[in-house]
Each structure stands twice: as C-alpha cells, then as structure tokens.
C-alpha cells in the first residue's frame, strides 16, 4: 500500500506539473516557474531584498542573486536603495513585471477556484484526513529539509 502511495504522490506532482506548464504556456510566460515566484513575491511584498526573498523562497542567497539578476536583464524587475538603508538592495516589479504578475494572479486564482470544486465533491470527514495527513507529512518533510541543510 505504501509503494501505491508513493506513486500516487509522483503522478500528482507530475500533474501538477503538467498542468502548471499548460497554464503558463497559455499566458505566454517564458519564464520558469521558479522565476514567476520570484515575480509573486516581489508583487506581493513590501520591501523584499536578497534576503527576504531567499527566505521566503527557501533557495540561497546566491541563488536569489541569480534569479532577480535575470529578471533585471529581462526588464521586469528593478534593484533601488531605500532612504532610510543606503546599504541594503531592495526589488520592485517594473510595468512589465507588474503585467506578468497580474496575469499569474488571475490564473492563480482560476486555480484555487477550479481545485476548491472538485475539493467540495469529498466527504467532508475524508477531508479532514487528508488535511490532517498533508499537515504531517509537511512537518516531516520541513525537518528532513533542516536535517539536509
């Protein structure tokens, strides 16, 4: 049963997958999905540095460097100095990116509306599982990735 599980799990990520690059693919989006992340957060936050952004993304430091450095050649995000810290870099969504992240905020939002439908066709007890096993398996998931790093 467990190995049944498993494979369940690998088909729903692979779905998902699919399914996000379907999405995407629809709206033009060139960009990875790790990039339109990047784009949410930085549309969501109020000022989101290096830092915050690796943070929030559970990605280095280097690696948040790397991702916003491509979004600045690509134009769709822009680097400034707030007053009150002449010292720390702060992001921003350029028109351009603001666009994107709209666009991705809409289909976000078709996403959570599509997949609440077919949530509300279980039983409301199975639910409760489901959530209490996913709230778990989180929890674990979250200590193997402190143990790794």
Same mark, same amino acid.
């Given at each position: 049963?467990?190995?049944?599980?498993?494979?369940?799990?690998?088909?729903? *990520?692979?779905?998902?997958? $699919?399914? =996000?690059?379907?999405? &995407? +693919?629809?709206?033009?989006?060139? *960009? =990875?999905? /790790?990039? %339109?992340?990047?784009?949410?957060?930085? +549309?969501?936050?109020?000022? %989101? &540095?290096? /830092?915050?952004?690796?943070? $929030?993304?559970?990605? /280095?430091?280097?690696?948040? =460097?790397? %991702? /916003?450095k491509r979004l600045m050649e690509h134009k769709l995000v822009e680097a400034f100095k707030h007053p009150e810290n002449k010292k720390e870099l702060y992001f921003k969504l350029t028109d351009q990116g603001m666009d994107i992240y709209k666009q991705h905020e809409i289909a976000h939002k078709a996403w959570v509306e599509r997949d609440i439908n077919f949530l509300e066709t279980i039983d409301l007890n199975e639910r409760e599982i489901i959530l209490s096993f996913l709230t778990l398996f989180n929890a674990y998931l979250e200590q193997l990735i402190k143990e790794e790093s």
């Open positions: 049963m467990n190995d049944k599980i498993l494979y369940e799990f690998t088909r729903l *990520y692979n779905y998902q997958d $699919i399914l =996000s690059k379907l999405i &995407n +693919g629809k709206l033009n989006f060139n *960009y =990875s999905l /790790t990039e %339109i992340h990047c784009i949410e957060i930085i +549309g969501q936050g109020v000022q %989101i &540095n290096g /830092t915050k952004l690796a943070q $929030i993304m559970n990605i /280095t430091r280097g690696a948040a =460097s790397k %991702i /916003t």
